[in-house]
């Protein structure tokens, strides 16, 4: 059975994690000021407590290249080595502490 037919069969708790769900695990218990929400398969960043939204193509450069490094050390591989280059120069003095 195909993953589209599988995931209409089934209730979405039994669905397997995806690395995108996993993104945002992360994302949202490291970013506090932030919230990943996708719709379909359009990306959004909400704020939460506010009425704001908008298209992850609007991320700040620091967002963006978050979520790039969360997505990064998901995909390296067990007991890889991961070389991040200055991520200060872009990434938030408050999540910089916090992580």
């Given at each position: 059975m195909d993953h589209k037919r599988e995931r209409i069969l089934q209730p979405e708790a039994s669905?397997?994690?995806t690395r995108?769900?996993?993104?945002?695990?992360?994302?949202?218990?490291?970013?506090?000021?932030?919230?990943?929400?996708?719709?379909?398969v359009s990306l959004y960043v909400t704020v939460p407590g506010q009425d704001i939204e908008y298209p992850g193509d609007e991320m700040s450069d620091g967002e963006r290249v978050l979520f790039y490094l969360?997505?990064?050390?998901?995909?390296?591989?067990?007991?890889?080595?991961?070389?991040?280059?200055?991520?200060?120069?872009?990434?938030?003095?408050?999540?910089l502490t916090r992580v």
């Open positions: 669905w397997p994690e995108l769900a996993a993104v945002k695990e992360i994302w949202d218990s490291t970013i506090i000021a932030r919230t990943l929400l996708y719709k379909g969360i997505g990064q050390c998901l995909e390296a591989p067990s007991n890889g080595i991961i070389i991040i280059d200055e991520p200060e120069l872009h990434i938030h003095k408050a999540v």
